[in-house]
Nanobody, 121 residues
Framework: QVQLVESGGGLVQPGGSLRLSCVAAGFTFSSYTMSWYRQAPGKERELVADISNAGGRTNYAEFVKGRFTISRDNAKSTVYLQMNSLKPEDTAIYYC??????????????WGQGTQVTVSS
């Protein structure tokens, strides 16, 4: 079955850096675009960045452009999010999202359990 396991979150001071990882299993990772989302307390989940299957195309939300970098290692079925110059407003739970997969005659999307990022002095 599909599994997404995020790691790398933690507490960091403003201006600091973190690198998130998401290990995927249960589908052909190298065939699909992968995405990072985040959800802050009291707010809706929002797209942070995504990356095409071979890594040649990336897309970023305006609020992270120039600070975050998404990358992937298809040999390890892992997608990364390098976060630099972190701000308190980046505090959120960060989630990895699978592509839409055709299973049991329907499209399904899977989420990891999330990893907490807290930016505070």
């Amino acid at each position: 079955q599909v599994q997404l396991v995020e790691s790398g979150g933690g507490l960091v001071q403003p201006g600091g850096s973190l690198r998130l990882s998401c290990v995927a299993a249960g589908f052909t990772f190298s065939s699909y675009t992968m995405s990072w989302y985040r959800q802050a307390p009291g707010k809706e989940r929002e797209l942070v960045a995504d990356i095409s299957n071979a890594g040649g195309r990336t897309n970023y939300a305006e609020f992270v452009k120039g600070r975050f970098t998404i990358s992937r290692d298809n040999a390890k079925s892992t997608v990364y999010l390098q976060m630099n110059s972190l701000k308190p407003e980046d505090t959120a739970i960060y989630y990895c999202k699978s592509p839409a997969l055709w299973e049991s005659f329907t499209w399904k999307t899977y989420w990891g359990q999330g990893t907490q990022v807290t930016v505070s002095s």
